[in-house]
């Protein structure tokens, strides 16, 4: 609207003055709105250079809601996916981009991204509450105890690797002070980054009603997290040594393992490709989910995501035919 009004404005104050100057052989007005001067400063006229300007999403993999390459592949297995060359900017594979679905673990993507974004000590030490703690025996967690206390830095591989939930509450509460407080970073940083038809009540991705993304979205938050070094770095180790005190002032030794079966080797990677690493997640609501960073036989960088898959074998057997097949 600010543009348009200014346009009008423009052309006014030139009619304006063709009726009093008589096509500019009067006196000039005192004070003359200087329109070529104006038109070209907020770009305009033909004056400003079009590859001077930046455009919305100009660096971004856009596609419209319809599906691309669904018919060859065992699309049924999983509710939504998509592949997207970072290097073209094209969405080379789609099904359901936009549709709403619960994230799972996934969803720890963002959490690990707004704690790199926010702490810039990884070394701090943390301690885990009753409430990070307290977490269901049957749910994915470091098995963190109240008056743990552990480094940042090692807190984000839990999350990341074990796929902690544990972690992901001990990561918010010290960043936040509460689990509500850091969902509303939360959304903040999401809604920063694009990915507008999400939103998050938790740092987990535990399953609530109020708790999801899309397919789109998460490229958008894994695509900005993977701009910093570290969560590269992170996401692709294979395991992890870790070292911390607990409550009782005692040394506790674990080693945490990747739950990505391309950097366990428990699925084959297609043939050319290189993995670098990303997030799985799982829940009964929201099926197997697998979010993915790799480099096809060009050496062009790739996001694959595949949410809702029925199965893990079918997880990874769609994500394969999805690379083979479509990011190359």
């Known amino acids: 609207?600010?543009?348009?009004?200014?346009?009008?404005?423009?052309?006014?104050?030139?009619?304006?003055?063709?009726?009093?100057?008589?096509c500019g052989k009067g006196k000039p007005l005192a004070g003359a709105y200087d329109v070529y001067g104006t038109a070209d400063a907020?770009?305009?006229?033909?004056?400003?250079?079009?590859?001077?300007?930046?455009?919305?999403?100009?660096?971004?993999?856009?596609?419209?809601?319809?599906?691309?390459?669904?018919?060859?592949?065992?699309?049924?297995v999983a509710e939504g996916a998509g592949v997207f060359n970072l290097a073209t900017g094209e969405v080379t594979y789609a099904k359901n981009l936009y549709e709403r679905l619960y994230p799972a673990s996934t969803t720890k993507v963002l959490t690990a991204y707004i704690a790199l974004k926010y702490c810039e000590d990884l070394d701090v030490f943390v301690t885990v509450s009753e409430n990070a703690a307290n977490q269901a025996s049957d749910s994915s967690v470091c098995d963190l105890k109240a008056g743990d206390i552990v480094k940042l830095r090692?807190?984000?591989?839990?999350l990341m690797l074990?796929?902690?939930?544990?972690?992901?509450?001990?990561?918010?509460?010290h960043i936040s002070g509460s689990v509500e407080a850091f969902a509303e970073l939360m959304n903040q940083e999401a809604a920063a980054i694009g990915a507008t038809q999400s939103h998050?009540?938790?740092?987990?991705?535990?399953?609530?009603e109020n708790h999801y993304t899309t397919v789109y979205d998460m490229y958008l938050i894994f695509a900005k997290a993977l701009e910093n070094e570290t969560f590269t770095d992170i996401i692709s180790t294979k395991s992890y040594d870790v070292v911390y005190t607990s409550a009782g002032n005692k040394a506790v030794e674990k080693t945490w393992e990747n739950t990505n079966q391309y950097l366990t080797g428990a699925t084959e990677t297609p043939e050319g490709f290189?993995?670098?690493?990303?997030?799985?997640?799982?829940?009964?609501?929201?099926?197997?989910?697998?979010?993915?960073?790799s480099y096809n036989p060009k050496g062009n960088p790739i996001i694959s995501i595949v949410f809702k898959a029925d199965g893990k074998s079918n997880l990874y057997l769609l994500m394969n035919e999805m690379l083979a097949g479509f990011a190359n």
């Open 162 to 173: 074990r796929s902690g939930n544990d972690a992901a509450i001990a990561i918010a509460e």
């Open 274 to 293: 290189s993995i670098v690493g990303g997030k799985t997640g799982t829940t009964g609501d929201a099926g197997y989910c697998l979010v993915l960073y």
């Open 154 to 158: 090692d807190l984000l591989y839990g």
């Open 200 to 208: 998050f009540v938790n740092p987990n991705g535990l399953p609530d």
């Open 42 to 76: 907020l770009g305009i006229s033909s004056a400003a250079l079009a590859e001077d300007k930046t455009y919305f999403a100009s660096d971004l993999c856009v596609s419209e809601d319809i599906a691309l390459g669904t018919d060859t592949t065992n699309s049924q």
């Open 1 to 22: 609207m600010r543009c348009i009004s200014k346009t009008i404005a423009v052309v006014t104050a030139l009619v304006l003055a063709l009726g009093v100057s008589g």
